[in-house]
């Protein structure tokens, strides 16, 4: 296929892309999201926040453009990396909310995509493409945190089923979600990266628990999860037995590209508006604060060569060419240009930035958020982790 004639079939996508979307989004979905609760999740007890909210997400999964690249099968709708792309920017483009943020997607489809058997596939992908089920994710526990390996949540191998039991921790929406990914022992004989194995269950089965962690911005999206007892069907067992530890690193991968979007271009927050809004501009129109608006600046160049890198890494990876340890790269940048996004958005509301209630404020979102962002460069893996890795399997250099 020439350029010329894929360059067509692209304009003629976006066209359409573009005309479906503003006949199909509503109005209310084109406004920014106000805070969490203004997210759409999904899940058995998912409340909309509006019926605009509830028809959003139900017409974009029924096109299947809540996970646009994935297999039609399994609800998504076959598309190209270079569609999925027309139809992310046409979306930015007419400021269209993502109709459904989901770990699902992110992280456990393509695991599923890649690891999961036939009947597995058919039963998992479909739901979290529709937005039916919540996924949290069981990783972490109280002495395995960056030596993930080291877990001890044992599942004993009873024929047909399997018998869990442990804590995990840091389980995000824990409380809130319906199913879990969950790695266990297997094996305690083996060494600890080849006795792990990889497990889906019902969050409400018995002998499951949680219990928030309360955090500095007075909100709790992590939890503290126990298992005592709990049956897990050996259908649930994803890949073969022992052999989880391949299937969490690849999930991994692509939880730390999810968090590395956090520093991509697609935020809502206007850095420049807030600095006006609190420090007013000069004679000439300009940012009135000249150092706050060199940072800016900056921070903006910044925020756009990431962009790009985002874009050249999907590149490469369609083409077989990426380095699976790349996606350390983008969580460490991706997670440092975010907390430093709203490091400047802080300095750029002034005082009012600081409050903590109140509507004016949104109950204080811009100041909760700030504080919810230091969590950014830990969680999925710390940035002092990430650069371990890039120096090792980047780099090449010697290991201390």
């Not at 805070?35 to 974009?60: I, K, N, P, Y």
């Not at 009135?288 to 060569?305: G, H, S, T």
Request: hydrophobic content about 40%; glycine content about 10%; some cysteine.
């Amino acid at each position: 296929m020439t350029a010329s004639v894929l360059a067509d079939t692209l304009e003629d996508f976006r066209l359409e892309t573009r005309a479906w979307l503003e006949a199909n989004c509503p109005p209310e979905m084109r406004r920014p999201v106000t805070s969490e609760d203004d997210t759409c999740w999904g899940g058995r007890h998912c409340v909309f926040q509006s019926d605009a909210q509830r028809q959003w997400l139900q017409r974009m999964a029924a096109r299947g453009w809540t996970v646009p690249d994935w297999p039609t099968e399994y609800g998504g709708a076959g598309l190209s990396r270079e569609r999925v792309k027309v139809l992310r920017e046409e979306m930015r483009a007419l400021g269209c909310r993502s109709p459904l943020d989901s770990f699902g997607i992110w992280m456990l489809g393509p695991a599923l995509l890649r690891y999961a058997n036939a009947a597995q596939k058919a039963e998992h992908l479909p739901p979290i493409a529709r937005g039916e089920i919540r996924w949290c994710q069981g990783y972490s526990e109280p002495n395995a945190g960056s030596d993930l390996a080291s877990l001890q949540t044992r599942a004993e191998d009873k024929g047909d089923h399997f018998l869990v039991n442990g804590q995990k921790i840091w389980t995000s929406y824990a409380n809130k979600a319906d199913w879990i990914f969950c790695l266990v022992r297997t094996d305690f004989a083996a060494q600890k990266h080849t006795g792990i194995s990889f497990l889906l269950f019902d969050m409400a089965s018995p002998g499951v628990s949680t219990k928030p962690i309360l955090l500095i911005s007075g909100m709790s999206p992590f939890c503290e999860t126990f298992f005592d007892d709990v049956q897990v069907p050996r259908r649930n067992l994803v890949g073969e037995m022992n052999g989880g530890w391949e299937i969490a690193k690849y999930l991994l991968s692509h939880e730390r590209e999810s968090i590395s979007s956090f520093g991509g271009r697609g935020t809502t927050l206007r850095l420049a508006g807030s600095a006006v809004a609190a420090a007013g501009v000069d004679a000439d129109g300009r940012l009135a604060d000249p150092l706050l608006r060199a940072q800016i600046a900056a921070f903006e160049v910044d925020e756009a060569a990431f962009a790009l890198l985002l874009e050249r890494t999907g590149d490469l990876a369609r083409q077989g060419q990426g380095n699976p340890a790349f996606s350390s790269v983008l969580k460490y940048y991706g997670s440092e240009l975010n907390k430093r996004r709203y490091e400047l958005a802080m300095q750029a509301g002034g005082s009012a930035a600081l409050e903590w209630e109140g509507e004016r404020s949104g109950n204080g979102a811009l100041a909760r958020t700030w504080l919810r962002t230091k969590a950014n460069s830990i969680e999925g893996g710390t940035s002092e982790v990430q650069l371990n890795i890039v120096a090792k399997r980047i780099l090449g250099l010697p290991g201390a």
